[in-house]
Nanobody
Framework: QVQLVESGGGLVQTGDSLRLSCDAS????????MGWYRQAPGRQREMVAV???????NYADSVKGRFTISRDNAKNTMYLQMNSLNPEDTAVYYC?????????WGQGTQVTVSS
């Protein structure tokens, strides 16, 4: 069974940076794509950033230029570098991956940005 474990969330101030990590229990190159999603209270879960197995990336407009998704294939870990954080970024951030068989989710990590 595939497991995804997020870490790196926390409480920060406006303008600060955080780096989230997602550790996978198997070789990440076997996934078609991996991504970060977030869900704020009272709102639907939304895509933040995605990286395909080929290395193509895509970002939500709200985070372009501030967030960077990357991965370390040797460590089977995906990252989300978040800079210039603001209160609108406050949410639970989830790691996601999918292959031809299924879609997988982590348990989430809380990011709170104070003004």
């Amino acid at each position: 069974q595939v497991q995804l474990v997020e870490s790196g969330g926390g409480l920060v101030q406006t303008g600060d940076s955080l780096r989230l990590s997602c550790d996978a229990s198997r070789r990440i190159l076997n996934f078609n794509a991996m991504g970060w999603y977030r869900q704020a209270p009272g709102r639907q879960r939304e895509m933040v950033a995605v990286i395909t197995s080929a290395g193509t990336t895509n970002y939500a407009d709200s985070v372009k230029g501030r967030f960077t998704i990357s991965r370390d294939n040797a460590k089977n870990t995906m990252y989300l570098q978040m800079n210039s954080l603001n209160p609108e970024d406050t949410a639970v951030y989830y790691c996601n991956a999918f292959d031809r068989l299924s879609t997988y989710w982590g348990q989430g990590t809380q990011v709170t940005v104070s003004s």
